[in-house]
């Protein structure tokens, strides 16, 4: 979609010796999302998230930023391979 909008992509073809593979990584910006104004994204609340080293942790804010109710952890065990550790964070978001 970015070469039929004619909009920038960055290539860049890397050769690893030692593994004696060809890599190829592409990249571009997305264009600026448009913004609404801080009181209407805050008019019904929002979620604060806190990330920690076994979970996440988030929280409902009222339109002041005051906690409200119980705040609710989604827990993730980040051992193992990058496969597993990548599927526990994506899980938990």
Same mark, same amino acid.
């Given at each position: 979609d970015r070469v039929?909008?004619?909009?920038?992509?960055?290539?860049?073809?890397?050769?690893?010796?030692?593994?004696?593979?060809?890599?190829?990584?592409?990249?571009?910006?997305? &264009? &600026?999302?448009?913004?609404? &104004?801080?009181?209407?994204?805050?008019?019904?609340?929002?979620?604060?998230?806190?990330?920690n080293a076994d979970h996440l942790a988030a929280w409902r804010l009222d339109r002041h930023g005051n906690p409200t109710g119980n705040p609710r952890r989604f827990f993730y065990d980040l051992r193992g391979s990058a496969d597993h550790r990548d599927a526990q964070v994506r899980h938990a978001l």
């Amino acid at each position: 979609d970015r070469v039929e909008a004619n909009r920038a992509v960055a290539y860049r073809i890397h050769y690893d010796v030692q593994r004696g593979r060809w890599y190829l990584t592409a990249s571009w910006q997305y &264009p &600026p999302t448009q913004t609404i &104004p801080l009181a209407a994204a805050l008019a019904h609340g929002v979620i604060g998230v806190d990330t920690n080293a076994d979970h996440l942790a988030a929280w409902r804010l009222d339109r002041h930023g005051n906690p409200t109710g119980n705040p609710r952890r989604f827990f993730y065990d980040l051992r193992g391979s990058a496969d597993h550790r990548d599927a526990q964070v994506r899980h938990a978001l």
